[in-house]
């Protein structure tokens, strides 16, 4: 499968690190998910996937910018970045995995 193979390798080598570690911390008491948690982590993951469907979809458009060099393929990278950021900024709060209250004040911390 290519290029994509390795980058499906790490995202499920990603994945299977993070569940590991949070059941290992769950194990020894360190991680506790709060009801809070729970109930958000589904519309996080359906967030997650419609953004990737919408990624899916922006980048049949944009196939032919990255057959065209470098500084197209990497215009057609930030564009599909900058469309993932934008569709998961808007589906997040929408399906309620996060409360706009929250962004804001997450956004607005100075360190």
């Given at each position: 499968?290519?290029?994509?193979?390795?980058?499906?390798?790490?995202?499920?080598?990603?994945?299977?690190?993070?569940?590991?570690?949070?059941?290992?911390?769950?194990?020894?008491?360190?991680?506790?998910?709060?009801?809070?948690?729970?109930?958000?982590l589904p519309r996080?993951?359906?967030?997650?996937?419609?953004?990737?469907?919408?990624?899916?979809?922006?980048?049949?458009?944009?196939?032919?910018?990255?057959?065209?060099?470098?500084?197209?393929?990497?215009?057609?990278?930030?564009?599909l970045v900058g469309?993932?950021?934008?569709?998961?900024?808007?589906?997040?709060?929408?399906?309620?995995?996060?409360?706009?209250?929250?962004?804001?004040?997450?956004?607005?911390?100075?360190?």
């Open positions: 499968i290519g290029f994509v193979g390795l980058a499906l390798a790490t995202a499920i080598a990603a994945w299977l690190n993070a569940g590991l570690l949070g059941l290992l911390l769950h194990r020894k008491g360190f991680f506790d998910p709060d009801a809070r948690l729970r109930a958000r996080i993951a359906i967030a997650s996937l419609l953004m990737g469907a919408a990624l899916w979809a922006g980048q049949r458009p944009l196939a032919g910018w990255f057959d065209d060099g470098l500084w197209s393929g990497v215009a057609g990278l930030a564009l469309g993932g950021l934008v569709a998961y900024g808007l589906l997040a709060p929408t399906l309620g995995a996060v409360a706009p209250a929250e962004l804001r004040a997450l956004l607005s911390r100075r360190p």
